[in-house]
């Protein structure tokens, strides 16, 4: 069931629908909604109660609104798993407390906006942020992320608060920044044409996502203005620095930045590489709320991939295992790493004999 059947919404709907799902969907706008089952991104214009996730795909300001109506409205399946795909994601996870509910973000788009530039293969290789807290339902996680991997996502556990601050750093300042230059070089009047024709490539590299959809933008800026205050301060003094160096023609320390950003912007992974083997990772652990956030999140500050999860409950008392796997060469960091919080963890090669 998917609630918002535009950019994202409509694109989780395709991807469902082409590995063989039934999806249900409505859309405030109905001619969206009606394009949207015309394409075959919902199969009925419905919300459909007995849905076993639902993904909210409408601007945050809607989300928690609509989520709540999944605790009050009857007929909902108790164990439904919830996600939403919100770029901001702290206030949101604070507000909700639908015990289904997974926060949501995934680090994917197109330069069409709305339902026109929703496709299928749009989270082939994408980073799809999941933010689980000490509330989170361990059963209604492991729906979410095995649906984002289902898609061809890779997951990235964070916690709410640390999502906001670094999206703002990735995403929310440089489409600003982005419309901002954008602006800039439309203001030139009457050499407003001339300069576009001179507008190469990296030009066009760079301000590509202001051609995004404005009207998210002021809800977003809103609900992270914080983190991205903070981050626009520490651009615009980078900036006044770099202006300093080019003022003061101080060719040594401008080509020291340039060289230094160059081998950063190199280092850029496209996307996770599939290791040549795996280790499965066994951790005993409480069953009770929290643990999985914790575990979780303390992979993605390691920088370790989750390329698998399984959540076994105990049958007798208060315990479980969490089986994580993950590459081999991360393997022996994460179980140090869980050793010193207090967890004991095991790791084994899959296929290995034990």
Known sequence: MVFGTGLIGGSVGLALAARGWEVSGTDDDQDVAERALARGAVHAIAIDRRADLVVVATPVQATAGIVGTLSTS???????AVTDVGGVKGPLVGDITHPGFVGGHPMAGSEQVGLDGASAELFLGATWVLTPTERTDPTAYATVRS????????????????HDRLVAVVSHVPHLTAATLMDL???FGEEHNALLQLAAGGFRDMTRVAAGQPGIWPDICDDNAEAIVATL??????????????????????????????EARRSLVERAPRPEQLVEVRIPVPDQLGTLADVTTMAAELGV???DLEIAHSVEGDRGVLVLVVDTLAAPTLVTTLANRGYRATGAVIGASR
């Open 185 to 187: 070089a439309a203001s």
């Open 233 to 262: 301060d520490l651009l615009i003094a980078a900036l006044g620095a770099m202006r300093r160096r080019v003022a003061e023609r101080d060719r040594r320390s401008l080509l020291e930045i340039l060289s230094r950003a160059a």
């Open 305 to 307: 991939n989750i390329y």
């Open 74 to 80: 009857e007929g909902w399946k108790p164990d439904v």
């Open 147 to 162: 649906v984002v991997i289902e898609l061809g996502a890779s997951v990235v556990d964070l916690r709410p608060d640390q």
